[in-house]
């Protein structure tokens, strides 16, 4: 499968407790983008990779949210301290180089905090 | 990137032409317009994409109008398996991030 690989696909965790997401990207792309998405509500986004740097984050990024892209292929997802407002799916979506290149995302994580 | 505006939800008899409209009266020359759709519990699928030509891959045709200021895209025999929900995105030459809206919810009814 070719395609972007998120895991796991499901996490339920209880508030207070940190989670970490993982996010395989199509191979070559180096772009990386994350999003969350609630019920009944588009995508909305939340940081944006260019091979390991991070280049822009959303104000929606709260100091207990981190991401990473240590060697500009695979990405994680750190939420600390989880809250019940964070429960939402997180998508993320890869891009090749280049303008006017359209971006293929994974199935996404499913995060319940109980 | 320049807002756009969808209806909230359509509906379209199976087998029939889907016709979805999308208004970006802000877009400026350099903006593309992106359609993505997302069917329930799973990503967003890119559908297509233009700039000031029509256009048609295998899933959809894209249809903008002179003045860029709307688009329509067009599903030419919907299945019931296109029920899903479309996003129209306006997005730069060179930009990164896709914008998402609440997108029109299309139901295709048999």
């Known amino acids: 499968d070719t395609g972007v690989s998120q895991n796991p696909r499901h996490k339920i965790t209880k508030r207070g407790q940190n989670v970490t997401f993982r996010c395989d990207p199509i191979?070559?792309?180096?772009?990386l983008y994350w999003y969350r998405q609630t019920l009944g509500q588009g995508p909305e986004f939340l940081t944006y990779f260019q091979n390991e740097a991070q280049l822009e984050k959303s104000r929606l990024l709260s100091d207990r949210f981190s991401a990473e892209r240590p060697k500009g292929s695979f990405s994680t997802l750190e939420i600390q301290r989880t809250e019940q407002g964070d429960s939402a799916m997180y998508l993320c979506a890869s891009s090749p180089r280049g303008p006017n290149t359209e971006a293929f995302f994974g199935q996404g994580t499913r995060l319940t905090v109980v | 990137d320049a807002k756009t505006t969808q209806p909230p939800s359509m509906d379209c008899a199976e087998g029939r032409a889907a016709n979805l409209p999308c208004n970006h009266s802000t877009i400026s020359g350099n903006e593309y317009v992106y359609w993505y759709r997302q069917i329930h519990s799973q990503g967003p699928q890119y559908i297509i994409h233009?700039?000031?030509n029509n256009e048609t891959n295998e899933m959809a045709s894209l249809i903008i109008t002179e003045d860029r200021k709307s688009s329509t895209l067009i599903l030419p025999h919907a299945t019931l398996r296109d029920t899903a929900v479309y996003y129209c995105?306006?997005?730069?030459?060179?930009?990164?991030?896709?914008?998402f809206g609440a997108g029109t919810i299309l139901r295709v009814k048999s």
């Open positions: 191979s070559e792309h180096n772009r």
């Open positions: 233009g700039l000031k």
């Open positions: 995105i306006v997005r730069g030459e060179y930009g990164n991030k896709l914008v």
